[in-house]
Each structure stands twice: as structure tokens, then as C-alpha cells.
């Protein structure tokens, strides 16, 4: 088969899961269990490390319960095996008799954030000129869009970490606020090396968790707020710079705009009163400016970085948050100067590329605003499509999958990549939402929970199983290469839009060679803010490690942004005023304690992958719950136990845990798994404002026993 190597080839590709997208280096295994034999590879961002997951890679090919063939549901509520013919005229012929009987509108995509850059592209191309319908979002919604749409506001682009991650080796202060990447990506952690042994690592969670513990005794600083006042100590980490003269007003005056409104906005945060809402003692958050401050430029310090995730994000004020974080960095100089920066830290796989090539509800490819009429004559052009055929902006995933089979809301829902009925919040209205559907069709690789829900599930090729790009939390554009054949009839998604398209009428347009669809991708986001269009097949396999923006063959790509000018019509980053509000669903009387959310070492995302790798679902195989031992004391629970947990979207259980590592008034569970331990059946679907981003990290619950008194 094209692409597979024979048994001792090596091949050098990157890890299937997070951002960080560690090299690896496949070697084709004569006839063993697995077809392939895993090592870490020397690249800027792991060298040669890998976590456990990487490690284990190669379990998800031949996972014992793998969709080899494509199946239809039956009559009975089972499912058949059936030909590809078969199963794409099935698709074809009901999406065309949806589509007659009530509007283009009527069928929806849904993305994901793992697929390749050619995958991604793709499906936003098949989703406006095939279906014509505005009717696409993906799971990076959940994932990056409040850093991103904080950065776009702020600096006119998002690409992640706007340098190398290797520069924060040289900076004396690293501010990590609401990520663990000790936890979700360790080989991260070795970047932190420098600000550690300088005493400037500051690690902002209200848990104590392994990323924060690095930042203890004399490595650095853990601030452990209140949950969701993670804006409360920005507000007050700026206004003691302010306070004090210790920010950089030369670089306030040339770069920036926006100053003296942020300036106002934060008078009022003075560290005793901040103290009153997030729980950290006024000389700590004191402290802690000041460490920032002696470590920027401007004070003679050897740099800063300042890093947000998750924790800070996943917040109805997600995009105000990350706009504080962002304002901090700019009263400290550190934006667009080497060895100084501001950059969220990306989770998912291709969480950067996913959201550059078209698969968001809002734009098109190159990282261009789909309600632009210049975009859009430049991408209809590459499209070979008239301007006014493409349609306008969709919905936000929450919205879109809260309308779904609702009045004048679409009917069928085609999927990709994303495990929706355990990795978005609340769980238990989006299977509601899904049972509506006339027609729901997933493409997995495994029988994920969602794809158990559909009418048709087709199999699909995963990882290294495929050539592609995936473009990392730099904005580094890497080779995804292929070194093993994929079991039975599973088939790239490239091949599968294709036939679909051809059914549904359009029969040019979708070539299934990955080079062939990059080429258009590069061609497509000529001019944008992701430029790819210097970037090809040939440059990538020769060894360059480009990131963009990279406009054209001769160019060396950017390893740093903004060191010239910002992206804005005047090339100055935009200073926005936020302030700080309580979360959508606060605690109270009937749900008294926090519940916060995020990951385990040994699971990614929804777990659909990690939960089938034995040596994985081992060290983590079920749901728990992290509870401080004052908390279980007052409500009578032990060790072991089982614990309900509720919360006004919905009920769960899980295991309990005894730590001091979550605060008295929180409790932590991971998000990993499906069924009665499920934290998304928890967590609250309000969405930020601007970016529509799910509230996740944070909502009331009540906590008590499973057990009958
Ligand atoms: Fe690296 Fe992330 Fe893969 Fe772990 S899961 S090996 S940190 S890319």
C-alpha cells in the first residue's frame, strides 16, 4: 500500500495526542502484537522526551474493539457491516432528501481539534461548497477559543506561544496561570528548567498540583485563589506594578493603545481588597509582582513569559481573563521582545491548526473572517465558487448542539474527530440533542460513546496510519508521516468527503492525496493571518522547521511575532479594560463547594483513545473525585468511597480521594470517562460572551455519600 514501510523501517512523526506533539520515531515491527515498535526523537520542544501516553502510542492501532468496516444501524437498534458503497449512498441519499425537504441549513458538521491540517481544511471547504450550510463548529470551541479571541482582540493574532517554546529556558519568571503541564504534557516541563533554578517560576491554581509543586520552596511562587478569581489576582498583580513604578511605561507609550482605560480599571484592586475575593494574602500577590516585574526587560531582568490554559479559559469570563493576563504582560514590556512574551498554552493535538483552516463557525481558511468580503473573494476564488454562494457565519458548538432536531435547527449532524457526548458540557442534554436528529453519522476509528449513538459509523484511519500536517503550541508546522497500513476497510476522511461530495454532486474538488490538499490549504491562506503559502511537502521533509506566518518559498518562517510591529491597523497591541464577575452558576446554600475540572496523567480528552490502551486504563480506570480531608470530615466521607455529586445540570459518582492538594471549599474530578463518574454531566454549557466558550473550570455542586445511611 502507498506509504506503509517494511518491517525495520524507522519513520519520523509525532505523537497522536496533545499540542506539545513530542517527535517520535516508528519502527515497523517484523509480525509482532503491534506494528510498531515507539521512541522519543530529538525536537526543539521534547528532546527526545515523551509522557506515558506517547510511550503507549501504538495500543491505539490494533485496539481490540477498532471499526474496520463501515456500519449501519439496524431496525433493532444494533448495527450491520456494509461496503463503502453502500454506507456513503446511504449518507449521500439522506443528506439530499434532508436537505430538499428543509433547507441546506438542515445538516451540521462537527470537527475536531486532533485532525490533521488537510482534514480540517477539508471539511470546512466540503461543509460551505458542498452542503452550503453555515452549519460548522469543532471541539477547539471548548478548547482555545477565549485565548484566542482575547489574542485577535489584543494583538490582531492568535498563534499560540508567539516564540519558541525553548525561549523560556532563558527567562528568569514564568507566570503559568490555570495550566498543569506537568500532568497534561511533562516534556514541558524541562523549558521551566531556568525560571525554577532562578526562583521565578509562579504557578497560579487553586490546586496543588504537580506543575505547582515545581514552583515550591525556593523555585518560585503558588498562588492557590479561590476558584474563578483567577482575575482577581491579574487585576491585582497589574495594579501593584502600576502602584509601585515598576511597569514599562516607554513600552506602554510605543506599542501599545488603550493604557489609561486599563490603568482606571484596575485602581480599585489594590491587594487588601483583592485579598477579600480570591483568597491570596495581599504581601503574596505583593511578592509576586515584584518577582515579575524584576525579571522584565525593562527593570534589567533577562525576560518574562507569561503563560495561560484551561483553568483561566474555560470561564464565562474566559476572554476578559486572558485579556487581563495579556494586559499584565504589556504594562511589563513583554510582548513581541526576544526572550520576553505572552502565549496560551494549546491542548489538543492540532488545536492551533484546527482553528487556522476553516472548521470554526466564523471563518475561513488562513485564519480569515468568513464575514469579509475580501476573504471571501480571495477563498472562493482558490474554491473555484462565487463569493455570494459561500455562506455566512454558523453558531458556536454549545449553540449548535443545543439546536440540534430543535425547531428550524438542523436534522442531521455529520461528526469528525470529536467524542461530543462525553467531552462537552452538560453531557446529558447533548445526547438529548443528538437523540432529535433524523440522521447523525460519526467518523471514528473506535466505537466512541458518540459513535455508538449514530445511524451510520464510518471508519476512518488515525495517526500512523496517514501522511498530513499538524500544526503545534508554537504555530510550527510539523509532518504527520504514515508507517503502517490501517486494519481492514478504514479510510482516510479525505477519501470519505470526496466520495461524499461526488454523490452530492460536486465530483471535483477533493483529492485524497494529503501533499495535493496542503498545496490548495497554502494557497488558500495567502494574504491571511496564518500565511502557510510558502510552506510545502518538500520544505517539511527536508528537515525545515517552519512556523508561521510564512508567505512565501524564500521565507524562513517566524519563529517570533510581534517583534517589529502587532497585526492592527496602527501596529500597536489593543489595551482592553475587563473587570471581574462571579461565575454563571456560583455557590450556594444546596451546591456549597466549588467543582474545577481537568485532566489526569495517564488520559487524553474524552478518553476514547487512552481508555483503550490496557497499561493507561490500568493506572487510571475510573472516575474519582479529589476531596480535602476537612471537607469529608464535615460531610462524613472516607477514603475509597463512593461519592454523589450534583449539581443543577445533572448528577454523577465517583470515587473518593482523600488530598490537601484540592482547597476545603473544592473539589477536582477529571473529565476522562463516560457513564455514571462522567464530570460533564456536571459541568455548566453558559459560554463566554465573545469567544463562546462553556464554562468548564467551574461550577456549584453538591457533595454527599452514595451510601443508603
Ligand atoms: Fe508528548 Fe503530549 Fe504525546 Fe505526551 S501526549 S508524548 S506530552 S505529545
Not at 116 to 122: H, L
Not at 681 to 689: G, V
Amino acid at each position: 500500500s502507498p506509504g506503509a514501510t517494511a518491517p525495520g523501517d524507522a519513520v519520523a512523526t509525532h505523537c497522536p495526542y496533545c499540542a506539545l506533539q513530542c517527535a517520535q520515531t516508528l519502527t515497523r515491527t517484523p509480525d509482532g502484537r503491534l506494528p510498531v515498535e515507539v521512541d522519543g526523537r530529538d525536537f526543539p520542544t521534547n528532546r527526545g522526551g515523551l509522557c506515558q501516553k506517547g510511550w503507549t502510542s501504538a495500543e491505539v492501532l490494533r485496539a481490540s474493539d477498532r471499526v474496520t468496516t463501515p456500519l449501519i444501524r439496524t431496525a433493532d437498534g444494533g448495527f450491520r457491516e456494509a461496503e463503502w458503497a453502500e454506507a456513503l449512498d446511504l449518507v449521500a441519499d439522506r443528506l439530499t432528501a434532508l436537505q430538499e425537504a428543509h433547507g441546506r441549513d438542515t445538516v451540521a458538521v462537527f470537527g475536531g481539534g486532533g485532525l490533521t491540517n488537510e482534514k480540517a481544511y477539508a471539511l470546512g471547504k466540503f461543509t460551505r461548497t458542498v452542503l452550503r450550510s453555515p452549519y460548522i463548529d469543532y471541539n477547539g470551541r471548548f478548547c482555545m477559543s477565549s485565548a484566542a479571541a482575547a489574542s485577535n482582540r489584543a494583538f490582531g493574532m492568535d498563534r499560540g506561544l508567539g516564540f519558541p517554546l525553548a525561549d523560556l529556558g532563558g527567562a528568569d519568571a514564568v507566570l503559568i496561570l490555570g495550566s498543569n503541564m506537568g500532568v497534561t504534557m511533562p516534556p514541558f516541563v524541562q523549558h521551566l528548567a531556568g525560571a525554577r533554578e532562578r526562583g521565578g517560576l509562579v504557578v497560579v491554581d487553586p490546586r496543588e498540583t504537580v506543575t505547582a509543586r515545581l514552583a515550591s520552596d525556593d523555585q518560585g511562587i503558588h498562588l492557590a485563589p479561590v476558584p474563578a478569581t483567577d482575575m482577581v489576582v491579574l487585576l491585582a498583580l497589574t495594579h501593584v506594578v502600576l502602584a509601585e513604578g515598576l511597569a514599562d511605561l516607554h513600552y506602554l507609550e510605543e506599542r501599545t493603545h488603550g493604557f489609561d482605560a486599563v490603568r482606571r480599571s484596575v485602581a480599585s484592586w489594590w491587594p487588601e481588597r483583592a485579598e477579600t475575593v480570591c483568597g491570596i494574602p495581599a504581601d503574596e500577590l505583593r511578592r509576586t509582582a515584584r518577582l515579575l516585574a524584576a525579571a522584565s526587560p525593562s527593570k534589567g531582568g533577562r525576560g518574562a513569559y507569561v503563560l495561560t490554559g484551561r483553568g483561566v479559559e474555560q470561564m464565562t469570563q474566559g476572554t476578559a481573563c486572558v485579556t487581563a493576563a495579556i494586559n499584565l504582560s504589556l504594562v511589563l514590556g513583554l510582548v513581541g521582545r526576544e526572550g520576553s512574551g505572552f502565549g496560551p498554552v494549546t491542548g489538543q493535538g492540532n488545536g492551533q491548526g484546527g482553528r487556522e483552516h476553516g472548521q470554526k463557525s466564523d471563518q475561513l481558511p488562513g485564519y480569515r473572517s468568513i464575514s469579509d468580503p475580501a476573504a471571501r473573494a480571495h477563498v472562493a476564488g482558490v474554491w473555484g465558487v462565487e463569493p455570494d454562494s459561500l455562506p455566512g457565519p454558523g453558531v458556536p458548538a454549545v449553540q449548535l448542539l443545543a439546536s440540534l432536531g430543535r425547531e428550524g435547527g438542523p436534522r442531521a449532524l455529520l461528526v469528525h474527530g470529536s467524542n461530543v457526548v462525553v467531552s462537552a458540557p452538560n453531557a446529558d442534554a447533548v445526547r438529548a440533542s443528538l437523540s432529535r436528529l433524523d440522521l447523525l453519522v460519526v467518523c471514528d476509528m473506535v466505537p466512541s460513546e458518540t459513535a455508538l449513538l449514530a445511524d451510520v459509523i464510518l471508519p476512518v484511519t488515525q495517526w500512523a496510519e496517514e501522511d498530513g500536517t499538524m500544526t503545534n503550541l508554537e504555530g510550527r508546522v510539523l509532518r504527520r508521516r504514515k508507517a503502517v497500513d490501517a486494519p481492514g476497510r478504514a479510510r482516510s476522511e479525505l477519501w470519505i468527503l470526496g466520495e461524499l461530495a461526488r454523490r452530492l454532486g460536486v465530483s471535483e474538488g477533493f483529492p485524497d492525496d494529503p501533499r495535493t490538499v496542503f498545496a490548495e490549504l497554502a494557497r488558500a491562506s495567502a494574504g491571511g493571518v496564518a500565511d502557510y503559502s510558502g510552506i510545502d511537502y518538500d520544505r517539511l521533509d527536508a528537515g525545515e522547521q517552519i512556523q508561521w506566518p510564512c508567505p512565501s518559498a524564500a521565507h524562513p518562517g517566524t519563529p517570533r511575532v510581534f517583534l517589529e510591529r502587532f497585526p492592527t491597523p496602527d501596529g500597536r497591541a489593543r489595551m482592553t479594560p475587563v473587570d471581574h464577575h462571579a461565575p454563571h452558576d456560583d455557590v450556594r446554600a444546596d451546591a456549597p463547594t466549588y467543582l474545577v475540572t481537568g485532566r489526569v496523567l495517564q488520559h487524553y480528552q474524552s478518553g476514547a483513545q487512552t481508555r483503550r490502551v490496557p497499561e493507561l486504563d490500568a493506572a487510571q480506570p475510573a472516575p474519582f473525585v479529589e476531596v480535602h480531608p476537612l471537607l469529608a470530615e464535615r460531610i462524613g466521607l472516607t477514603e475509597g468511597e463512593e461519592a454523589v455529586l450534583t449539581t443543577a445540570r445533572g448528577t454523577a459518582t465517583a470515587t473518593v480521594r482523600l488530598t490537601e492538594s484540592v482547597r476545603p471549599d473544592t473539589v477536582f474530578m477529571a473529565f476522562h470517562w463516560a457513564g455514571a463518574g462522567s464530570a460533564n454531566r456536571l459541568t455548566n454549557d453558559a459560554t463566554d460572551p465573545i469567544s463562546g466558550m462553556p464554562e468548564f473550570k467551574v461550577t456549584a455542586v453538591a457533595i454527599a455519600p452514595a451510601r443508603v445511611p
